[in-house]
């Protein structure tokens, strides 16, 4: 008889270096903060370019470039705990394009919401690990995402949730780029910025490319950054592999607003021959591929 498996349990000595992490880089200086995160970063790249090798699908592309933001969210913004990941007042994360999954699961199991052993199951038959984010088996994933343009009404939701109940809670989503071509983004642009959900930061990796193309021959969508201001958000455009300036973006409004970071970064970060190329969105590294990329991040 087959078993469908349950939710994945939290790997406790990696959530409590976790937690210990969190709070040393708190007291830490920017330089030594940076040096972590990249550290980490480099971790994080590794298990995606083993992840997705092993399983023979994923969006490698996307997955590295958005690797930066993640780690800053989730070691330098985020009050959440791998231990108690319902926890009512804990704040919540939302990958919006929810096909870069391997990114957020192999952050998830960095800071020990899963045992690390479990994204060799990424894909498998029956493996909690989709390749879309499910909130049903996967501690940490706040909602299943995948259809692009439905991270951010749901994160609008959780913030309008928090104003309306009292609480303090922060909601941060990631987004690509290619996805803020969908009506629906702009939507709940209009709602945050109505209902001035101060606790809303919305992150738009902006890689320039999508699948198949470049975003700016599908659609232009600069200047960017102006038009979410005169949405009425608090705009703060950056460098998105620069720790410093993220940690920075992803800090709490200063001015009642919702807050939207625009991260300029690279697809295919960190790795040479899939940086900024278009073919790689969904694209499988061959082995010799996948072992010059592991051995240029560092293993």
């Known amino acids: 008889m087959t078993t469908v498996?349950?939710?994945l349990s939290v790997d406790e000595p990696v959530?409590?270096?976790y937690r210990e992490d969190v709070r040393a880089l708190r007291g830490a200086t920017s330089e030594e903060r940076g040096a972590r995160l990249a550290e980490i970063a480099r971790s994080v790249r590794?298990?995606?370019?083993?992840?997705?090798?092993?399983?023979?699908?994923g969006h490698i592309g996307g997955d590295l470039s958005v690797t930066d933001i993640l780690v800053s969210a989730y070691w330098g913004a985020l009050d959440v705990d791998p231990s108690t990941p319902d926890r009512l007042d804990r704040d919540r994360f939302i990958l919006s394009k929810g096909h870069c999954?391997?990114?957020l699961y192999s952050v998830l199991a960095e800071a020990g919401f899963f045992p690390r052993?479990?994204?060799?199951?990424?894909a498998q038959p029956l493996s909690p690990?989709?390749?879309?984010?499910?909130?049903?088996?996967?501690?940490?994933v706040e909602t299943n995402t995948g259809p692009l343009g439905h991270g951010l009404p749901v994160a609008t939701g959780c913030a309008l949730a928090a104003k309306l109940t009292g609480r303090d809670f922060r909601t941060i989503v990631v987004m690509g780029d290619g996805e803020m071509q969908e009506g629906s983004n702009w939507e709940a642009i209009m709602t945050a910025a109505h209902y001035e959900l101060h606790s809303l930061t919305a992150v738009v990796d902006r890689n320039r490319l999508q699948q198949g193309a470049r975003t700016e021959d599908t659609k232009v969508l600069e200047p960017l950054d102006e038009k979410l201001t005169s949405f009425g958000f608090e705009t703060r455009r950056i460098d998105g592999h620069d720790y410093t300036a993220l940690v920075q973006a992803l800090a709490p409004s200063t001015t009642g607003k919702p807050v939207a970071v625009v991260a300029d970064t690279v697809k295919g970060k960190g790795v040479s021959f899939i940086e900024d190329r278009v073919e790689w969105h969904h694209k499988v590294p061959?082995?010799?591929?996948?072992s010059r990329a592991l051995e240029e991040l560092g293993a």
């Not at 061959?286 to 996948?290: F, L, M, V």
Request: no cysteine; net charge positive.
């Open 15 to 17: 959530a409590a270096a």
């Open 46 to 57: 590794r298990d995606i370019v083993t992840t997705i090798r092993g399983a023979g699908l």
């Open 129 to 140: 690990l989709n390749g879309h984010p499910n909130r049903v088996k996967i501690p940490g």
């Open 117 to 122: 052993r479990e994204l060799g199951s990424f």
């Open 286 to 290: 061959s082995e010799d591929q996948a």
């Open 101 to 103: 999954a391997v990114a």
């Open 5 to 7: 498996p349950t939710r």
